[in-house]
């Protein structure tokens, strides 16, 4: 596997459901990032980790709950999740260094769809 | 807040033409512009990039310009070939140095006819 890899690629959940997304990283990286990309909307960024400690939440809603046991995986735990949550969600990685940031390499996503 | 505003939304030209898209930003502090290229069912990734202190980066058919007084940058792709058409997106580090968030633009359709 290289680069950034995301399970699954789909998922269909019922608003009661618990789920998780997956991702990983084969690239060395020390931050990991995960987006909502929906219609016609910029990418909106949802959680920083850096070094595995998480650095940004975006004023995310509380049923979405990111955790990065180590720099090379990333989960976004989902839990009563509501129809306008239906998306591509993205995860991303790139190396920072103290005073220089680097171009961030995305995952193919998952497509979720909240039924 | 920070925003990045990208224009055109949908862009069709034939194929050998040029394609240009531009993109506005608000932050006078953002100091590094990466250009994404998404294709349907795939993640972005990365075509080019280009950091305040340069004007223009070339690679091949791609060429960034990047103008920090009117705080605008733009993509410029010639000689379009069909597996060029994707959605673009522009976006803008706005605080420079340490930081690693990016602001992205709202993304161009690009449709090369063949």
């Known amino acids: 596997e290289t680069g950034v890899t995301q399970t699954p690629r789909h998922l269909v959940m019922g608003m009661t459901n618990k789920k998780s997304l997956k991702c990983e990283q084969h690239?060395?990286?020390?931050?990991m990032y995960w987006y909502k990309q929906s219609a016609k909307k910029p990418l909106e960024l949802m959680f920083v980790y850096n070094f595995k400690e998480q650095t940004e939440n975006n004023s995310v809603p509380s049923r979405f709950s990111p955790e990065c046991p180590n720099s090379s995986h990333l989960f976004l735990h989902l839990h009563t999740l509501q129809p306008e949550d239906s998306a591509l969600y993205l995860c991303?990685?790139?190396?920072?260094?103290?005073?220089?940031?680097?171009?961030?390499?995305f995952g193919p996503g998952t497509r979720l769809t909240v039924t | 807040g920070e925003n990045v505003e990208q224009h055109p939304s949908t862009l069709s030209v034939q194929e050998g033409d040029s394609a240009v898209i531009k993109c506005t930003y608000s932050?006078?502090?953002?100091?590094?512009f990466p250009w994404y290229k998404q294709e349907l069912g795939k993640g972005p990734q990365l075509i080019i990039d280009?950091?305040?202190?340069?004007g223009e980066k070339k690679d091949q058919r791609i060429a960034v310009t990047l103008n920090k007084t009117a705080k605008h940058f733009s993509l410029h792709i010639t000689e379009t070939q069909p597996e060029d058409s994707a959605v673009y997106f522009c976006a803008a580090s706005p605080w420079g140095g340490a930081t690693n968030k990016l602001i992205f633009g709202t993304g161009t359709l690009l449709a090369v006819q063949p």
């Open positions: 280009i950091r305040s202190n340069v």
């Open positions: 932050d006078s502090a953002s100091n590094y």
């Open positions: 690239l060395g990286h020390n931050a």
């Open positions: 991303a990685s790139s190396q920072v260094l103290p005073t220089v940031s680097y171009e961030q390499y």
